[in-house]
């Protein structure tokens, strides 16, 4: 690696505008995939595990889980001003808004899937205007398991993503059980927390749109937890003839309990818009996702800090390992939005079998 160099903290808040020389674009629009039919491709996995089936590339987006751990660092301010606090439980408060907000971009990402790393892959970021630099790799192909670190001057992070995916008719739903962790060596804290499940809808209809649901709890060795229920949206029947979604989208709410299980905070908001510490009217804002970059739409939804997650900046290139994700061809090829077909070999073999004539496009 690269060394790094003195490391630049912004606050979020502050006036001072931070200025990363990225991009801010993407090099091509998203293709289109309105001719691209799911249903042939799912319909014979329902309820499998679907990181074991093959997808068309046009159903990425050009990144994947390495880059997308490091995605959840986009608001790392927030584990920046934990350390900064003395009260134990305002700590606590920031971790949970950390947490609630590795979910916020994902409102607007229900129209493509990450690319799957492949084994011995890795990924690093090194942000010197957010202060910390992190490094991601996957470890194991069946089960596929990425794990990452990072550290700055005020935390160290790191997490084990292994996740399920499984098709249920019209939905396609995530299931993660790694977990992650985060330490404040200043005040000698660890937390350790769950993800939730996430489920996307409307497969097959027009609007893909995306649902986080189940409880995340966040532990700490001081016996300060935190419980936060992210709620499931679910049909409601108004009459004979139709019926609509309840009215409690993206609602997150949850409290932080002491020692002695008291509760001393009560969280609540929305995972795509805002969380609250306090009781309404009063409550105060701890965290509120950036404003989306112009014609995200056409851009796979990204945020800013997402697109330039896959960006290699040439001097950055030559420190590079050739292992990491920045090189792949395929990825780089969907950010361009360009086509490159290479023969894989089977033609011959399929050939062979007696059933030729009527072999299926898929199998070759």
Sequence with gaps: ????????????????????????????????????????????????????????????????????????????????KAAEVDDPYERMVYIAAFAVSSYGSSYFRAGSKPFNPLLGETYECIREDKGFRFVSEQVSHHPAVSVCYAESRNFVFWQDARIKTKFWGKSMEFQPTGTVNVSLPKHGDQYQWNKVTTCVHNLFGGQRWVDQY????????????????????FMVSHTMHASYWSAKRHEVFGVITNEEGKVVRNLFGKWSEALYCGVAPSARCIWRPGTMPEDYELYYGFTRFAMELNEVDPDMAKYLPITDTRFRPDQSKTASNEDSWEYNGKYWDCRKSPGFVNMQFETL
């Design 1 to 80: 690696m690269y060394h790094m160099k003195i490391l630049i903290i912004c606050a979020s808040g502050s006036s001072i505008k931070c200025m990363t020389g990225r991009r801010t674009k993407l090099p091509a629009p998203r293709p289109d995939t309105e001719g691209l039919s799911l249903w042939n491709l799912l319909c014979k996995n329902i309820g499998k595990d679907l990181s074991q089936v093959s997808m068309p590339v046009a159903l990425n987006e050009p990144l994947n889980m390495l880059q997308r751990m490091c995605e959840e660092l986009e608001y790392s301010e927030l584990l920046d």
């Design 214 to 233: 189940g409880e995340l709890r966040i532990s700490s060795g001081k016996k300060i937890n935190c419980k936060l229920t992210f709620v499931k949206i």
